[in-house]
């Protein structure tokens, strides 16, 4: 079964930065579109960015400009840079094929503090 393991969060002050990295157990980049989603408490869990097999990346109107997704296919990571965070950016983050696809990983908790 595939492993999807985030890492990388912290609490940071508004405006901060952090890249979020996701380690994949299999060489599953070829074969599935990824994305980064999130989930605050109390809210349904939502994606914040996709990358496509060919690298088209796509984001919320919410993140755009802000967040930028990337790939090292050869590690298997999935990267989430995070820049001018913004306290309602506070929520757990987790990486996914597009379709959700594998088991959720533990997922890795960003807080944002203005």
């Known amino acids: 079964q595939v492993q999807l393991v985030e890492s990388g969060g912290g609490l940071v002050q508004s405006g901060g930065s952090l890249r979020l990295s996701c380690t994949v157990s299999e060489s599953i980049f070829d074969t599935f579109p990824m994305g980064w989603y999130r989930q605050a408490p109390g809210q349904q869990r939502e994606l914040v960015a996709g990358?496509?097999?060919?690298?088209?990346?796509n984001y919320p109107d919410s993140v755009k400009g802000r967040f930028t997704i990337s790939r090292e296919n050869v590690k298997n990571t999935l990267h989430l840079q995070m820049n001018d965070l913004k306290p309602e950016d506070t929520a757990v983050y987790y990486c996914?094929?597009?379709?959700?696809?594998?088991?959720w990983g533990q997922g890795t908790q960003v807080t944002v503090s203005s």
């Open positions: 990358i496509s097999l060919g690298s088209i990346t």
């Open positions: 996914n094929t597009g379709h959700t696809v594998f088991p």
